[in-house]
Every structure is written in structure tokens, then in C-alpha cells.
């Protein structure tokens, strides 16, 4: 809403500028326009630069989060586990086996992981891991990690979208400012008290 509202204002300095004909207000919407567009060229490099990073910090937090699973809906972390390993298909950190080394799986000594694991397919799973073919066999932490990249990389063609708008308003801008230096100043044709 903030962002909207701090467009819709340059948006307003621009036209104003433009309708007025002022050099000013016009310099001032192509300072505001070329700020913008350097922070989101900012935006879209670090990006790019730390996408690779999303892969360790996905590692790093997953690690933490299956650790701190104790399959209660009140906990918001098995929760969240629960959602990912449905939305995503799929079950443990890089596949079902990881369950085995966590210490839920440790303390319900079923020999089972949990239900959000079983395929939608498999009716009767209770996520026993003597039924392998009822759970999901890949990872979350890949998936998880490839729609991050896939968000961060609609992230960066939108920077870059709305960063070639403003350049194009930015070349507008310093036409009409160009031009407007070259223009004569207007002249009054009012001479001897007579109008022209």
C-alpha cells in the first residue's frame, strides 16, 4: 500500500510537472524516476548474486525446523511441516528416511512418519515405513528450494519490468525538457495597447 502510494505520488509530481511545463518539477521527476530505477537494478542484482544463498539457508532451517517437529497441530512448526510435506508431495528433509533421525520419530517408536508424508493416492496409510510406496519419496528441502528460486526469479523479472517503465518515463521526461530548453520564450502580442 505504502509503495502504491509513494508511485501514485511521483505519478502526480510528473504529470504536474509536464502540464505546468515546469524544468523544475520535470528535473525533480527524473531525480525520484532514476533513484527508483537504481535501487530496483539494486534489487534485481542482489537477487541474482544471493539466490545461491537460498539453497544454504533452506538447508540450515529446515535441519532446525524437522527437529523441533512433534507432530501436535498446536505447534507451529510441525504445522508448517505438515503443509509443506502436503502442498509439495513430499516427505522428509531429502526423503522418507530422514524421519528415522529425528526425535519424534525416536519417541512414538511406531516406525512410522507422519500421516502429511502418504501419498494422496494411498487410502489406508497410517505412514508406516514398512509401505514405502504409500509415502512420498523425494525431499521437501529440493522442492522447497526450487519454488523460492522460481518466487525470487518473478520477483526479478517484475523489478525489471516496472525498472524499463521507468526508464521509458525517464527518457519521456528529458525529451520534454530538452525541448522545452530550446523553445523560445513566449512573447506577449500585445503591442501599443492594441491586442495583435
Known amino acids: 500500500m505504502a509503495v502504491g502510494a509513494l508511485l501514485f505520488i511521483i505519478g ?4 504536474c510537472a509536464t502540464i505546468r511545463e515546469s524544468r523544475c518539477g520535470l528535473a525533480t521527476f527524473v531525480f525520484i524516476l532514476l533513484l527508483v530505477f537504481v535501487t530496483e537494478v539494486v534489487v534485481v542484482v542482489l537477487g541474482y548474486v544471493y539466490r545461491a544463498k537460498v539453497e544454504n539457508e533452506v538447508d540450515r532451517s529446515i535441519q532446525k525446523v524437522y527437529k523441533t517437529y512433534n507432530g501436535t497441530n498446536s505447534d507451529a512448526a510441525s504445522r508448517a511441516i505438515d503443509y509443506v510435506q502436503r502442498q509439495l508431495h513430499c516427505c522428509g528433509i531429502h526423503n522418507y528416511s530422514d524421519w528415522e533421525n529425528t526425535d519424534w520419530f ?18 489406508s496409510c497410517n505412514g ?20 523460492l528460486q522460481e518466487i525470487l ?10 525498472a524499463a517503465i521507468q526508464l521509458l518515463g525517464m527518457l519521456c521526461a528529458c525529451i ?3 525541448r522545452r530548453s530550446r523553445d523560445p520564450a513566449y512573447e506577449l502580442l500585445i503591442t501599443g495597447g492594441t491586442y495583435a
Open 12 to 15: 502526480l509530481i510528473g504529470c
Open 106 to 123: 525416536k519417541e512414538t517408536k511406531n516406525q512410522s512418519v507422519p500421516l502429511s508424508c502418504c501419498r494422496e493416492t494411498a487410502r
Open 128 to 147: 508406516s515405513l514398512a509401505n514405502p510406496s504409500d509415502l512420498y519419496a523425494e525431499g521437501c528441502e529440493a522442492l522447497v528450494v526450487k519454488k
Open 153 to 162: 526469479m518473478h520477483v526479478i523479472w517484475a523489478a525489471l519490468a516496472f
Open 176 to 178: 520534454v525538457l530538452c
